[in-house]
């Protein structure tokens, strides 16, 4: 009987080593899977955050040419970089938000501009400051400019812009100052004359 006890205690200290061993042996290939998952899932996701990332840089930098090329981009009195291969936020008066990647000022006061504001300046909606002053741009304000909702400050004085302003512009969430003095509009939106007193102190509109 002794010989049966001792024989049935190593059986059932074998057996247990074995589920132990088996358990042990599934608590590790989950790990291993779940690692392998989650290297999987982050590099899906970092791919398609380089591909969005690319996708908004082709679309920046095309706004970016359309803009160039509707207000006389070879003429300015400083173009440096633009239309060349280097990174767009070393292109002259183009300034990057690098949190999210996109334009957040195009500052191209007295270089003359011509031409005209083309719409695509819509698809920098990433625009706070926009600085147009002292050139000579013509044309009326494109109605993109009312869908950019980040935008802080829009300086367009001393030009030649013509027709009417936009109501919408007084709207827009963020907007502290409109400067658009000088210039020669035909109608302005009872919004945008109140604009003074509708929006923040200081915000000043000369028409």
């Not at 191209?108 to 005209?116: H, K, P, R, V």
């Not at 044309?139 to 909702?149: A, D, Q, V």
């Not at 210039?183 to 004359?193: G, L, T």
């Amino acid at each position: 009987e002794d010989w049966i006890g001792v024989v049935s205690g190593y059986l059932e200290t074998e057996r247990t080593q074995t589920i132990v061993l088996l358990a042990v042996g599934v608590v590790v290939a989950m790990v291993v899977v779940h690692m392998i998952w989650s290297a999987f899932y982050y590099y899906v996701n970092l791919q398609a955050s380089k591909k969005a990332a690319e996708l908004l840089y082709i679309k920046e930098r095309n706004a970016l040419m359309a803009i160039f090329n509707a207000m006389d981009g070879k003429l300015w009195r400083d173009k440096t970089r633009w239309g060349s291969d280097e990174p767009i936020e070393r292109w002259k008066g183009v300034k990057i938000d690098h949190t999210t990647g996109r334009v957040n000022k195009l500052l191209l006061a007295e270089n003359n501009l011509g031409g005209f504001i083309p719409e695509e300046i819509g698809d920098l909606q990433g625009l706070k400051e926009i600085d147009f002053r002292l050139n000579r741009i013509r044309g009326t304000i494109p109605e993109s400019l009312k869908t950019l909702r980040n935008l802080e400050g829009l300086y367009l004085f001393d030009n030649y812009i013509e027709g009417k302003i936009p109501g919408e512009l007084s709207t827009l969430p963020a907007l502290t100052g409109i400067y658009l003095y000088n210039n020669c509009f035909e109608e302005v939106a009872a919004s945008v004359k109140l604009f003074n007193e509708n929006v923040q102190e200081g915000c000043i509109v000369y028409i």
